[in-house]
């Protein structure tokens, strides 16, 4: 049985509205932000202040039921960016989905339509690290011009010529990071590299002011994806000004040419020993109580970065036909310091910390400004909201809906909503307020995170509406009513995993 298709209709994807009249889309990615990580969300935590992601929800929308696709960033990025299911082409839904060529990424539509495209930062569908020669390298599935990297993770601060030359860990051998040079399709090179004190996060937003500049001047309008490596710990590394603020020591960048505890010569060493806290991994360098205070450092000065591209989106005249989106790839990592309160678990799991994630829209005078959206929603509704607003159209085998008129008149995007989750031996299936789901055996994490360690391993099942923590299993109930429910999500669920093969 196949999943019903969205259908998009008419058959051309040019749009009627004229080059005015189409907004501008800034499509802006966190990475493994905590779904209790942004302050204007009513269960965030009170150690996080984060007023200049609050303004996107106070001139737009806030969602609190909003899910990704996976929970791992490359899967998650194969669905929001094509509106469709990466089990489709990857049944089992792991690291590596990839991009196929018969499979349009949303960048296309725009370009076709006549959009200006670009991206900045990281670009991660599970392709080889560091290579430009493929379908998944952003020049060749739509971008007009791409500045960024090519992995999981880059090294926040060592992206200098001298670092390229000097040190070529093999990846992801040596770690789930890149270091030194960064891609660049405005160079001769297609790479280029810049000063090593240069904190990664601030250069992409200056990149990608310096696009919103220059398209400042242009009539055609533009779709700017900004992904964003913070707030992924690559050792936490933040200007030092912010680490001062919340009583931390500054990390040592890595250096090959030393070979101490402090900083190893090699760099998975390096890697490890400042990205898992003790007492969790006994190796660790950072205690679990200074890691959440290095996370706070971390996202106090992506926060800050957030602003400055806002602040010019405003001072260049752009923000009133600009739609901006804002979600984070996946849920608040494991080890980081990152909080999903109250949700239960966290990367790495179908547990809602690993799958529900902040996601906030703004476009003035197009959807409501400073308003909660409690109804369940999805990353494969962006594409389809992204395709009504600019009025392409087109049939796309999309699999989201368009969020516009939900949103306005604050009902369901679909009644009894079912989605469903494949990340390797871990699923999930939600319909309605019910979910199904069996995650895995081990995970250890911060205390900032909390885990149902009782179902580790087993098929649960959860009333979400009454219990969004994932703290009481039915799964073992007698009640005729459940034992229905849970049939009925495993025959769903089934039926879906058939349809991928």
Known sequence: ???????????????????????????????????????????????IKTPNLDRIARTGTLFTQAYVTSPVCSPSRCGYLT???????APKGGWSPRLPKNVKHIAEYLKEAGYATAMVGKNDFGQPAGSNNNRENPTNHGFDQFFGFNAHAHDFYLHSQEITDTVKP????????????????????????????QWQTELFTDKSIEYLTERSKKKQPFFLYLSHASVHALIHQAPKRYLDEVGVPELPNYDPKTNTKENPANYKTYYYNYSRPFPQVPKGLIADEDMRKY????????????GRLLDSLEQLGLAKN???IYF????????TGANNQPLSGCKYTTFE????????????????AGKTYTNIASALDIVPTILEATDIKGSPELRGHSLIKPLNDNTPIVKNRTLFWRFNKQWAVRKGDWKLVLTGKNQKHTSQIVLNKKVLGKVALFNLADDPAEMHD????????????????QKSFNAWEVSNK
């Open 295 to 306: 996370y706070r450092a971390h996202l106090k000065a992506y926060d800050d970065q957030i």
């Open 328 to 335: 984070s790839d996946n849920g608040g990592e494991a080890f």
């Open 83 to 89: 509106g469709r299911m990466q089990n489709e082409w």
């Open 353 to 368: 910390g690993g799958i529900r994630v902040p996601m906030m829209i703004s476009w003035p005078n197009h959807i409501p």
């Open 322 to 324: 600009t739609i901006v």
């Open 170 to 197: 093999k990846w992801p051998t040596d770690a789930s990071a890149h270091l030194g040079k960064f891609a660049d399709s405005q160079s001769d090179s297609q790479f280029s590299t810049v000063e090593k004190d």
């Open 1 to 47: 049985m196949r999943i019903p298709l969205i259908l998009v209709t008419c058959c051309s994807l040019i749009s009627s509205l004229s080059a005015a009249e189409r907004p501008n889309i800034l499509l802006i990615v966190g990475d493994d932000h905590g779904y209790a990580d942004i302050s204007a969300y009513p269960n965030a935590r009170p150690d």
């Open 474 to 489: 039915l799964s073992e109930s007698t009640d005729p009513k459940i034992v229905a429910i849970k049939n009925d999500l």
